[in-house]
Structure formats: C-alpha cells, structure tokens
C-alpha cells in the first residue's frame, strides 16, 4: 500500500488548529505535591503549632528549638524528593519514546508531543501506542492490550481495526492514522494512573513508620493525661484566660519536649543514608531509579536472573546444523525464512549471518511471541505456496510427524551449553485460523545448535553472590538443559534442580510451590510463568531481585521486592526497574549488595542511639512530671542533647559505616541494646536530678546562684514545684550527664576494643571510638565558652545553661561512670532483656498491621491495574 502520510502544509495547520498530542504523563510527583506531602502532616501540624504558641509568649530561641529539627527534617527531604523527581523527569526525556510517521511520503521520527491528528504512525515490533488510531496497513500484526484489558493474550490486528494507546507491539508490523491525542484517548486516564508515582517501602522504612507511630501514640497520651491533670486541678484554662504567661509557657515547653520522644529525625538520617549510598554507587555504574532500593538490595537471599546478560552476553553465533533432509534444501529453507521473515531477533541474525538471504515472496507470517516461542511464513517458492516454521521444539513438537532421535540430538547439544531450534516444513493451508496462529503438521528440516557467548566474570559475579548466602534462580525462556550446561561451562558450583515452564503448566497448589521452592533452573518459561514463580517466592518469605531486560522480563520486574534492568535493555524495562546497570556491567551488582549491607549496618548503629534517646526522654518526662510538674529539659537545651549528643556523631557513623551481615528483621536488634540502655540512663539520670533538688545537697557544696541569674532564669521557669535554684543546678547536671551518656553509648555500639564489647564483635574501625572523645571534649569546650564569654543576659537567658561548682560535675562524673560499667554489665548478661521483649511485642503489633495494609493495598493495584 503507498502511504504518504500529512504533508508539512497539512501538518501546520493541524498545529495551529492545536490538534497536537500536548498531554503529559506524569512519571514522579509534582514540586507541589513533594512539598504539600512532606510539610503538611499530622505530627508537624502540632509541632508548628507548638513553636507559633511559643513565638507568640516572646520565645523566640524555644520555638525555634522546637521546630528546628522538623523544619530541617522537611528542607533535606524535600530536596531530596525534588532531585530524585528531576533525575526521574531526566531519565524519563532520554528515554522518552520516539515515534516514526510518514510525512511527505518519507519515514521520519519525531517525539510523542509532536504527533498530530491524521499522522500516519508506524507501529512495530516492541513499540507502545501512545495515542489512538485507525490501522490502514498491516503485516502480522499482534498486539498486547493487557493494560487496558486486563487479558494477558495477543489480539491479531487487520485493517480499519483500532489500535488503543497503552498497547504493546509484540510482533508484526502497521501503519495506523492518529484519530484522538492527549486526554481524548482511550487509555489516557488509565496509563496516568499506572505510570504515576508509586512509592515502595522498605523493611527498614517500614520498621521505622511502626515505631514512630507506636511512640506518637504515646506522646499523645502523654498530652492528653498532662490536659486532664490541668482540668481536674481546676486550672485548665486558667493560665491562658488570666495571663497568667509564666503557667502558659511552662506547660507549652512540656509540650514541646513531650513531642520530642517521637523519633522524627530518623527518617532525616535515613535520606541522608540513602543520598550517601546514591552517590557512592553512581560511581560503580548503577543508577538508582527508585532511592530506598540500596536498602532493599540488602535484605536479598534470592537473585533470579533471565540469562541472557547475566550468564551470557547478547552475542549469538551459528554452531552447527544436523538436517533432516538434503542438505541443500535444508539450507535453502533456512534463507527462504530469514529472508522472508519479520521477526528480526538475535537468532534470525545469527542464520542470515551464516546462510545468507535470497529473494521471495510473502503471503501470510505468524511473527515471532516469547509466549509462543516460535515463528512461521507462508511464501511462494517457484511459484508453489510453502510454508516454514522456526522455533523451540518444546513448543512444536505435537505438531511433528516423525521427531526420529531429535531429543537425543538435543540431549546432546545442551551438553555443551548450546541453543537448539528446528526448522521445520509445513503442511498445506494458512497459518491463521479465525485469526488464531495455526500450525500444520509438521516435517522436520534441520536442527540448529546455537552458541551463547559467556560473560567472562560471570563466576566471579554469582561466587560472589553464593558467598553472601544468596540464592540464584535463572528463570530462562531457553532450553533448562543448555541452561544448565552453561552453569557447567562458566564453572559455577552447586546442586541444580531443573524445571520447565511446560511442566510448571501441570502443577498446581502445594506440589507447585513445592517444586518452585526446590528448584534453580527454570527454561521454557513464559512472562506469566516468570511472574508466578516469583510470586510464589515471595510468598514462602524469600526477598527477591529480579535481573532482566526485555519486554518479556516486565512483569516479574515489576512483581520482585527489587527490579534491575540492564541499560541495554528494552525501554518499558528500564521504565518499572529500581535500578539500571549503566554499561550492562552485572558484576557490579554485588557492589550494590556491599552498599546496601553498608546502609543497613550504619542505619541499625544510629537507630540504636536515637531510640535510646527517644526512649530516655519519654521515660523522664513522666517520672519529672508526676514528681515536680516540670520538664526535665527545656527545648533549647533538649536541642543541644541532641545536637552535641547525637546529630553529629550520627552523621559521621553513616559515612564510616561498613558493611555487615542484615538480620530480616533490624529493629529487634536494635530494641535490645535501646531499651536497657535508656532504662538505666533514665534511672541514673533521675537519681542525679532528685539529688540536685535537695537544698540541703545545695548548701553542703556551696551551690549558689546571684540575683542576676535568678532573675534571668526566671524567663524559662517551668510549672513545677522545686525552687529555681534547684531547678537550675538539677536540669544542667542533667544535660552535663545525657550528653556523655549518649556519646559513651556508641563504645558499646561500635566497640573497637574488647573492653567495650557486650556480645564479642568488634568493629572494624576506630574512627567511631576516636569520635567519642572527640566530641566529649566538644561539649567541655561548649560549657567553658559558656561560662568564659556567655556571662550575658542575653545568651543565658536565651540558653538556660549555666556554669555550676567543680563539685557539682565531680558528683555528675562519678555517675556517668556508674553509669557506663552498669550498662556494660546489664547489656552483656542480657539483664534488662524481658522490657524489650515487651516493647517488641507492641512494635511487632503495629508492624503486622502495616505490613497487612500494604499487602491490601498492592493486592488491590493488582486486580484493578
């Protein structure tokens, strides 16, 4: 058929008409959503509230104080977000799909947003309709609508036949005429669904959400028994309704530290973890698609992996012929089919490179399916109609007439690790039924063994691999015997257990799963059956990557906890994977698996410090509440316990991790060191307070506070029931003592030396330890500054840190060092493990519920995709 397609003049006009294909399709989230979603939720809403209130009492530092760590905790993220949506956006224009239209009679290729009503688009084999259209020609062409459909099998096209946008090419040819662009198409809602955002969590994400919400809900009980207590009191609203600003400020800072129990500035580090992972890994040849998946790479213990690009590479060469006839029909046949064939693959190249091609004529052609595994034409040879088909003998070898010893043949080539096909002739008719493919009885022309090409670090790769404790399933579309001779041929170790995807067609229920749990070597196998066999892995509680690269690979791409594609391979590959291996290098996935382990084992260190301060401060609070009514910190110097005490120290653990061996589970671990460890920090902490309280441990140390300092505390007095002096001396020995007690916990979590271990390992590093001291003599340079140039009204009052009697940090000394040789005690004798068990108990409730709402929600994008 001659097709001339739009001429320029008629194009134009169509452009000034506005008939242009302007709909985008969002591939991350807006700017704005980033920022509303981050910035507007429950918990910053009350905390803002929280910092406004105070501004408004004229505290300024306080508010700040408060809010500061939201305030950065949404900056980094957001940033984040907004680099991660532009690298997307990035990756998304260079991967942007090109269309090719006929205009002025000739062949041309422009972007999706230039396409105009009445373009005629020609539609091939891996293409995706982006808008709708009219077929006015047609070359065995079959089309996947399962987007639209829901329906996993292959519509065959004919002229006048409409093509939706959102199908798939997957053989033959078309030329269609464009009828609807942009938001008048078919599919234009539903693939601006399927193709926005959609955010994975993580394990460790997830760990992190349940016990932030299990301690929210804490800090709420917390402020709503602190409300009760103020209305059963009878002064409720007093404070507020008589202007009585001294009761208002106190209970709003109680407020303030009350909310600071909740672990918020963890999910601060854990972007900052993963931004440092990023970066690391873009030098290794890995892009991360998708943030979090170098976490999830970490809690891997199954890699499946189609074998091209993993095992072998993409080269394909001829490597012998057995014929069933005379050889130089057999080889005729061959260039008959290469010739007349529209099925262009590695295999087909591979023929035409060894046999050549020759001129014929095409009638009819069944093209070449990774569900049907074979391909076939009906030709006219000296002007008789024949009929050829190629494909895997499995998937034609009911239709075979007399197969002789062809399996033993076979057998024989996959020995050797090599591809077999046959070629086989026909018997008369057409090769559509209603049209449905239809094959003939057939006779067998010629075998053909096929050599894949070994990637030379692929032992290196999957030792690697085995070494780490991972599983490896290849899940092949190939001959599971040739698969399973290059494992001989490359040299890789292990037991293999073999099964096909004809075989897996008969199994159902518990035999199945059975047999999919036991074996390695899956050959044969459709891109259903791939997606199924990871399906059930996942369900049997295996954590699972998948490898590939084609079209075929999408669905089990997209079903595995991670996706990795290769660079090379089809771009809706590329499009749902986490991951992409830049220059097709697979033995840079181990890398990958390093980093993650590094990830984790950095995550899993400073969670432990920050839980055990979270921990600290709930503890307190109630015990400083229901015995004084007062905070035993106020928000700024709640700020500095964690600035000097964790933020830094945090940061530089998450540089200086290594990596190490990731439980399924890393909250338990780490619940086990944070909760003796703030058990006996609040109990040693309290005592220290409780002693400082006491006049009379006042007057035997000579404790005394002049009026100038009197009075500027009086700007930051809580509602409490102790004296200010008191109060003053008791809360700064406190923060002396929270301080080193955070910084000395890291010995314990990072113990370089045997002294400092509490289960027998040994951190490799030393840095850790040389920081503990580093900025333990930090936080006394902090306190002589202080007391050398912050004698000001100002800074004090803004502060509330004073510089105390030598004996009052000579008392503070000797319980910090109680404290620390307790600790050691109780967490190496496991002493205090039934209070983490408890708390396990309400975080593993809270983790199950999420896990079941995540589980719902995927279920249900599932049936309604």
């Known amino acids: 058929m001659d097709i001339n397609g739009l001429t320029a003049s008629e194009v134009e006009e169509r452009i000034l008409r506005k008939e242009v294909n302007s709909a985008e399709i969002a591939v991350s989230r807006s700017y704005l959503d980033i920022i509303t979603k981050n910035v507007f939720t429950f918990f910053n809403l009350i905390i803002f509230s929280i910092g406004a209130m105070l501004y408004l009492l004229d505290e300024l530092t306080s508010a700040l104080a408060a809010t500061g760590i939201i305030v950065l905790n949404i900056f980094i993220a957001t940033i984040q977000e907004m680099r991660a949506k532009r690298r997307l956006d990035k990756i998304a224009l260079l991967m942007r799909p090109k269309v090719a239209v006929i205009r002025d009679g000739e062949q041309t290729t422009i972007d999706q947003s230039e396409i105009v009503r009445d373009d005629i688009i020609h539609f091939r084999g891996g293409d995706q309709a982006l808008v709708d259209g009219i077929l006015v020609s047609v070359k065995a062409l079959e089309v996947d609508e399962s987007l639209l459909t829901g329906e996993s099998r292959t519509i065959r096209k004919k002229v006048d036949d409409t093509v939706f946008s959102g199908s798939f090419c997957i053989t033959g040819e078309g030329y269609y005429r464009v009828t609807a662009l942009g938001e008048e198409t078919f599919a234009a809602n539903m ?95 890995i892009l991360l698609q998708r943030s979090n998946a170098i976490e999830s790479i970490s809690h891997v213990n199954t890699v499946c ?98 197969p002789g010893d062809i399996k033993e043949l076979i057998s024989g080539y996959s020995e050797f690790g090599l591809r077999s096909i046959v070629i086989a002739k026909a018997g008369k008719g057409g090769l559509h039924d209603k049209d449905e493919p239809v094959i003939r009885p057939l006779e067998l022309v010629a075998l053909i063994a096929l050599e894949d090409e070994v990637r030379p670090d692929c032992k290196k790769t999957m030792d690697s691999f085995i070494a780490s404790g991972i599983d490896i399933r290849i899940l092949s579309g190939d001959d599971p015997a040739a698969v399973n001779a290059l494992f001989t041929i490359a040299g890789l170790p292990g037991e293999r257990k073999i099964l096909s995807g004809i075989e897996l067609e008969t199994l159902e229920g518990e035999e199945r799963r059975k047999r999919i749990l036991e074996t390695n070597i899956f050959g044969r196998m459709k891109p259903d059956q791939k997606e199924l066999v990871i399906e059930e892995l996942k369900e049997s509680g295996r954590y699972v990557a998948m490898v590939g690269d084609g079209v075929n690979d999408v669905k089990s791409l997209k079903e595995a906890n991670v996706g990795i594609a290769l660079q090379s391979g089809s771009g809706a590959a590329r499009g749902v994977a986490d991951m992409i291996l830049v220059s097709d290098d697979f033995s840079s996935l181990p890398r990958a698996l390093i980093e993650g382990n590094r990830t984790v084992s950095g995550m899993r260190d400073i969670l432990k410090m920050y839980l055990a301060r979270n921990f600290v401060i709930a503890i307190l609070v109630l015990l400083t509440a229901a015995l004084f009514h007062t905070p035993p ?58 002693l400082f309280t006491l006049d009379g441990v006042h007057d035997i140390l000579g404790i005394t506070l002049t009026d100038a300092q009197r009075s500027i505390y009086g700007w930051n007095a809580g509602a409490g029931v102790i004296g200010e002096a008191t109060e003053i001396v008791a809360r700064n020995a406190l923060l002396v003592f929270l301080l080193s007690a955070a910084l000395l916990q890291i010995l314990f979590v990072a113990p370089y030396f045997r002294e400092f271990s509490v289960d027998g390992r040994l951190h490799k590093d030393i840095k850790p330890t040389i920081m503990v001291f580093v900025l333990l003599a930090l936080v006394v340079l902090v306190f002589w500054a202080i007391n050398e140039y912050g004698d000001t009204y100002t800074f004090v009052k803004e502060f509330s840190i004073f510089i105390l009697p030598p004996s009052v940090y000579i008392i503070t000394i000797g319980f910090i060092a109680a404290w620390f040789f307790v600790t050691r005690w109780a967490l190496r004798e496991k002493f205090l493990d039934r209070f983490s068990h408890f708390t396990e108990w309400l975080y593993s409730m809270q983790l199950n519920r999420m896990h079941k709402k995540f589980e719902k929600r995927k279920k249900y994008e599932r049936e309604h995709q």
Not at 234 to 242: M, V
Request: charged share 20%; with cysteine; hydrophobic share 50%.
């Open 191 to 285: 693939l601006a669904s399927a193709k926005k955002f959609d955010n994975k969590l993580t394990p460790l994400q997830m760990e992190t959400s349940a016990i932030t919400k299990l301690m929210m809900v804490v800090a709420l009980v917390y402020l709503l028994t602190m409300i009760i207590v103020k209305i059963i009191n009878g002064n409720g609203l007093s404070s507020l309704l008589t202007a009585d600003f001294e009761g208002l400020v106190g209970d709003v800072k109680m407020a303030a530290v009350i909310l600071d129990m909740v672990p918020i500035a963890l999910f601060l580090m854990i972007v900052i973890a993963y931004m440092v992972a990023a970066v690391r890994l873009s030098n290794s040849g």
């Open 305 to 402: 992996m189609d074998k091209t690009g993993t095992i072998t590479t993409n080269k394909l060469v001829f490597k012998d012929i057995h014929p069933f006839t005379d050889p130089e029909t057999a080889e005729n046949y061959i260039r008959i089919f290469v010739s007349a064939t529209g099925s262009r693959n590695r295999t087909v190249d591979a023929l035409a490179n060894k046999f050549g091609t020759t001129s014929t004529e095409l009638i009819e052609e069944i093209m070449f399916s990774s569900e049907r595994k074979y391909s076939a034409v009906r030709v006219l040879d000296n002007d008789k109609e024949l009929s050829l088909v190629v494909g895997a003998y499995d998937s034609l070898a009911s239709k075979i007439k007399d």
């Open 633 to 690: 910190l106020l928000p700024i110097t709640n700020a500095v316990y964690a600035f000097l005490g964790l933020s830094i120290a945090s940061f530089l653990m998450i540089i200086w991790a290594k990596p190490s061996k990731v439980e399924e589970s890393v909250l338990p671990s780490v619940l086990k060191h944070a909760i003796p460890t703030a058990l006996l920090i609040s109990l040693f902490g309290f005592l220290l307070y409780c």
